[in-house]
């Protein structure tokens, strides 16, 4: 049951560049989602969130879109930098309908930037 | 900067043994979390905590698994008895410094527990 989708196993960009990630999300309970980041050997480190009231956030180099009529949300980075390079989890949570807050996790786009 | 940590990094084991993963979350933080991922898949929620007892439980939280919070700080979770498909990375996480608000989980660095 893959209620959050990422369906690019990888991706590779030119330093400097745009990166597009995308997820896609099938339960329309979801109101809050998040984007991850991951080393090997590490936990995921916590990026950039958004609500379901908004369409668009912004942190630095990082925003992420919400399309809910589409389900579908995408993590834009510029201009991206080989530190970038890692594992990007896009997770979802609905905070009604029972739920307590835990994270549905897609299962990651490899992001690899170019010098 | 606070962080969440977690011992032993790596834990090797024989099926069928007892394992505690310990946990120390954010201090001020009120909701603790159990996830897992195991090699090659994606990370899977297992438990939540708030309040001194557990929220919600996933279909892989099953009875050979618990957790507590024994003192102040450290959140603890333990399998009775490792099957060798318990192999995978766990991570814990916290989040919450307020109940009422709607706050992203930060994630400890994880334990690799291998059953043989």
Known sequence: DQQVKQNSPSLSVQEGRISILNCDYTNSMFDYFLWYKKYPAEGPTFLISISSIKDKNEDGRFTVFLNKSAKHLSLHIVPSQPGDSAVYFCAASARYGGSQGNLIFGKGTKLSVKP | ?116
């Open chain 2, 1 to 116: 900067e606070p962080e969440v940590t977690q011992t032993p990094s790596h834990q090797v084991t024989q099926m069928g043994q007892e394992v505690i993963l310990r946990c120390v979350p954010i201090s001020n933080h009120l909701y603790f979390y159990w996830y897992r991922q195991i090699l090659g898949q994606k990370v899977e929620f297992l438990v939540s905590f708030y309040n001194n007892e557990i929220s919600e439980k996933s279909e892989i939280f099953d009875d050979q698994f618990s957790v507590e919070r024994p003192d102040g700080s450290n959140f603890t979770l333990k399998i009775r008895s490792t099957k060798l498909e318990d192999s995978a990375m766990y991570f814990c996480a916290s989040s919450g410094a307020r109940a009422s608000s709607y706050n992203e989980q930060f994630f400890g660095p994880g334990t690799r527990l291998t059953v043989l």
